[in-house]
């Protein structure tokens, strides 16, 4: 959706409806781009990504894991061995999303003190 494509005014059915707010919700979720930077790395299991983020809780880690699963961004795979295991590990759609995630954060690192500045001026 281009700029050219949104109407004034906005209504809140515009905002609800347009794709860029469910991806944006995404990104500022405060725990989704840190497990999938874990999962960057490789599959891991439940228990592997309950110690690997501090100050997850194990509820919201499977709130977090399901949010992503039902997104796209990763895929869940069960394991039927003698301990069941589940492993969570992107998908294309995980890789590509964590890209852009990437280029956000590299633009926010380039502009730190631009918005620190600006905070400042404004605080």
């Not at 992107?90 to 890209?99: I, K, M, P, V």
Request: proline share 3%; charged share 25%; with cysteine.
């Amino acid at each position: 959706m281009s700029t050219a494509a949104i109407t004034v005014p906005v209504t809140v059915a515009d905002h609800e409806n347009c794709p860029v707010t469910s991806v944006l919700r995404r990104v500022g979720d405060k725990w989704s781009v840190v497990i999938l930077s874990v999962l960057a790395h490789g599959a891991h299991g439940f228990n592997e990504l309950d110690r690997s983020v501090e100050g997850l809780s194990r509820r919201m880690l499977t709130r977090t894991l399901r949010a992503l699963e039902e997104d796209g961004l990763i895929s869940r795979t069960p394991h039927w061995r003698v301990s069941p295991r589940v492993d969570y590990a992107l998908t294309d759609l995980g890789r590509s999303f964590l890209e852009q995630v990437r280029a956000l954060g590299l633009w926010a690192l380039a502009h730190r003190s631009d918005l620190e500045a600006a905070h400042t001026h404004h605080g």
